[in-house]
């Protein structure tokens, strides 16, 4: 979700929650507020112990976590995907490798997928 939107159904459930309510509705609001940040830290908590437990870098086949990667993509969702944090090539560039030796490498901005690419272990090499 947009950050933007998220702060603006914030201050609308607030606002609209005082308005009906007093300050009751605004507490009602604040404990659904609170109630959604909590959902999205332990979504994330979840997917960070699970990434952390796999060796770092690893993918179980690299040609389907390229195939299932588009431009976009949130970094949680990619290590969810992966199921292993990414070793980092280059500022913002980290790779996942497969036990066959082909690679999938991505590269961020702001968090987001802007382009990856499958480097084979045969040397060939696809790009987003």
């Known amino acids: 979700m947009n950050p933007w939107v998220g702060t603006g159904l914030a201050l609308a459930a607030l606002v609209a929650g005082g308005l009906l309510l007093g300050w009751q509705g605004v507490i009602f609001a604040m404990t659904g507020i609170v109630f959604w ?73 702001k968090g987001r997928l802007v382009e990856w690419r499958l480097v084979r272990a045969d040397g060939v090499t696809g790009s987003s």
């Open 37 to 109: 940040l909590l959902l999205q830290m332990s979504r994330l908590m979840r997917v960070m112990k699970l990434a952390g437990a796999a060796p770092m870098g690893s993918v179980a086949n690299a040609v389907m976590l390229g195939s299932k990667l588009h431009a976009g993509m949130k970094l949680v969702d990619l290590i969810t995907l992966a199921g292993s944090l990414g070793v980092k090539q280059a500022p913002e560039t980290y790779r996942w490798q497969d036990a066959g030796g082909d690679a999938v490498e991505v590269v961020l901005r």
